[in-house]
């Protein structure tokens, strides 16, 4: 009895650049599964027509059978169970560019076999018991993929397997499909762009006819493939912010966090502004099981045990249609806390808090600082601190967001400029800073300003109880009489 086998990737995506601008590691070697990764790419192929057969030489048998010999093996990482998290109710780094498989630089690359399109199903008639058929389709991008033998004739046996070729003919077995008697061939998984053949053996056939083809799904983000919880994308020790899509109701995204130093670790889903939250259903691992993060909630885990795997997975909501081109964007990494924090306006006569309550008072300027850092003191280097400003309450709030990013020490700054007004309230009041009582005559806009991360909601200054400290936008001061 025949099993299907597994599809394998033959090399890791890697990625670079995150928040605090160090490389991300390299991915480790991926397995998918060919009977539970179903994914979104069984759509409806094109035809291709009928294709006369084509004669593969010994020495390229020889060679595909050499390769499919050497399929190597994968090894799968544990993780270990760990502390309570805790869920808190809240009122982007740019996508890495994946990897490719490592491929020799070549004037122009020759495949082995005749070139077929993807997204096409092409048909092959009067094959016999022995035949190898082999055929080249390159990917122009990175896709999700299922390649396809499909139709066989009655008492037809044929197997499936996927090959990438380095540029140089270096062949690499990705997978094979060899199911039992006449029934059709799967390989499912995503692949960075390059070159591949489908290499197809008739273990049974008497003039037997079959079609095969490459479904392609391009509609990935920049994780993939991280569609289990083996083959969860690691983040970089920092506070990673990053932005993904769900390209099918049966995609999952995994991802994983170190806590190196046995710092707390936080984590947030929201979207890209575009109110299509609820689409996806966001969830933590407790060592156990998976646990729902209600949306709108940030988790934490305050303390971990040095070297303790986070892992989180984003799957989709199937109460709501899903939007593949819709993207989310998840925070995990190392739980923020703000340290130090100043916001001074310029040089103005302060307007008595026994007149009006403004804890900042400023005519044309702003200068503000702040320093942040993870639970155990580290710097959390190339985080977007944000100061949100409103210079004058008038119906809804109006906030205008200054952004910094934090450098070496955690520590990021700014300006603002005001610019000028024209006041809404009019106060009169003595002054004695010069060492002479005078009578200032002021004209001023109540405002407000808060400081926030955009990595992390929830941190900063201003909340859900108090959400802003006062501004008062001085506009003219006069002494009178």
Request: aromatic fraction near 4%.
């Given at each position: 009895m025949k099993s299907k086998k597994a599809f394998m990737l033959g090399a890791a995506m890697a990625a670079s650049c995150f928040v605090s601008a160090c490389a991300l590691a390299e991915q480790p070697p991926l397995k998918l599964s060919a009977q539970t990764v179903k994914q979104a790419v069984d759509t409806a192929l094109k035809p291709g027509g009928t294709l006369e057969k084509t004669i593969v030489s010994d020495a390229l048998k020889q060679k595909l059978n050499a390769a499919k010999a050497g399929q190597p093996k994968v090894v799968k990482s544990k993780a270990a169970a760990s502390n309570v998290a805790i869920d808190s109710k809240v009122g982007e780094l740019e996508k890495p560019d994946p990897a490719h498989m490592k491929q020799a630089a070549i004037a122009a690359f020759t495949p082995l076999f005749p070139t077929l399109d993807i997204n096409t199903l092409y048909t092959l008639t009067g094959v016999e018991t022995g035949a190898q058929i082999a055929y080249h389709f390159n990917l122009p991008k990175n896709a999700r993929i299922q390649v396809q033998l499909l139709n066989q004739s009655a008492g037809t046996d044929m197997s499936l397997t996927l090959f990438h070729d380095d540029g140089q003919g270096n062949l690499t077995p990705l997978g094979t499909s060899d199911n039992p008697g006449s029934a059709d061939e799967y390989l499912n998984g995503v692949l960075p762009a390059g070159d591949y053949y489908w290499f197809m053996v008739a273990n049974a056939a008497s003039n037997a006819q079959f079609s095969f083809g490459v479904a392609v799904d391009s509609n990935i983000d920049a994780y993939e493939p991280n569609d289990t919880e083996q083959t969860a994308f690691a983040l970089p020790d920092a506070l990673n912010q990053v932005t993904g899509n769900l390209d099918s109701v049966n995609d999952v995204d995994y991802f994983s966090f170190v806590s190196l130093r046995g710092q707390g670790v936080g984590m947030f889903l929201g979207d890209d502004g575009a109110g299509t939250r609820n689409q996806w259903i966001f969830e933590r691992f407790d060592g156990t099981k998976w646990v729902e993060i209600p949306q709108g909630s940030t988790s934490t885990y305050p303390n971990l045990t040095?070297?303790?795997?986070?892992?989180?997975?984003?799957?989709?909501?199937?109460?709501?249609?899903?939007?593949?081109?819709?993207?989310?964007?998840?925070?995990?990494?190392?739980?923020?806390?703000?340290?130090?924090?100043?916001?001074?306006?310029?040089n103005v006569v302060r307007i008595p808090s026994s007149i009006y309550q403004l804890a900042t008072q400023a005519a044309r300027s702003l200068s503000w600082s702040t320093r942040w850092s993870d639970s155990t003191g580290e710097p959390l280097r190339g985080v977007t601190p944000v100061l949100r400003v409103d210079k004058r309450f008038s119906g809804p709030y109006n906030w205008v967001n200054y952004e910094a990013k934090t450098g070496i020490t955690g520590a990021a700054s700014g300006n603002v400029d005001l610019g000028t007004c024209s006041g809404d309230f009019h106060v009169v009041y003595p002054d004695s800073g010069s060492g002479q009582t005078y009578n200032w005559d002021t004209w001023f806009n109540e405002g407000g300003w808060r400081i926030e991360l955009k990595e992390f909601p929830g941190v900063g200054v201003g909340g859900n109880i108090s959400q802003y400290v006062s501004l008062g936008h001085i506009c003219s001061q006069r002494i009178v009489r």
């Open positions: 040095p070297g303790y795997t986070v892992k989180v997975r984003v799957r989709a909501n199937p109460a709501v249609a899903l939007n593949p081109q819709a993207k989310y964007t998840l925070s995990l990494g190392s739980a923020p806390r703000l340290d130090q924090s100043d916001v001074n306006g310029d």
